[in-house]
């Protein structure tokens, strides 16, 4: 059984360099979601009910001698929790480490499509819920990793590409 957690609010100390003074962590579920006009000529979606107002909550604060410790602690939720074989999708359960970057990028580089990259690492850790993040959390990764290539090299190497042809070419024109 599990829930996914986030990040609350946080405070910090008025230095130059901010400490954390204290955190809340809570159920994922916390909250109501704020409804749209409803009188919106355009269809949207259905989007599943996930905020239930739940209660479940962990607040840390930091004493005098620098130490976290837990000050509140709510474990009572307002919903049923999912189960164990469910719990590797939870949004704070999914990540991609520096490491996993590293290898998706040189399974990219040699010349694996991105669900291939996917099913690779999931094969050799026994299975897509022991990989850490989903097949869509790995695509948006590999489409952040194409756009980062394209505002800093691709453009600039088109526009060199056009200028050296332009040079070179006498019935070549560019405006």
Request: net charge positive.
């Amino acid at each position: 059984m599990g829930f996914s957690v986030r990040k609350g609010t946080s405070r910090f100390s008025r230095d130059e360099t901010p400490i954390v003074l204290g955190k809340l962590f809570i159920c994922a579920c916390a909250g109501i979601r704020v409804s749209t006009k409803e009188n919106c000529s355009k269809q949207k979606r259905n989007v599943a009910l996930t905020r239930t107002n739940c209660k479940a909550m962990m607040r840390i604060k930091r004493n005098n001698d620098g130490v976290y410790e837990v000050v509140k602690h709510i474990e009572k939720h307002n919903h049923p929790l999912t189960r164990t074989e469910w719990s590797h999708l939870h949004r704070s359960e999914r990540s991609i480490t520096d490491e996993k970057a590293k290898v998706i990028e040189e399974m990219l580089s040699s010349g694996l499509r991105p669900t291939q990259s996917f099913r690779y690492m999931a094969y050799n850790v026994g299975g897509e819920e022991n990989v850490g993040h989903t097949l869509k959390d790995h695509m948006n990764f590999v489409n952040r990793l194409k756009m980062n290539n394209i505002e800093g090299g691709d453009a600039a190497r088109v526009i060199d590409m056009i200028q050296d042809q332009d040079e070179e070419e006498d019935g070549f024109f560019l405006r």
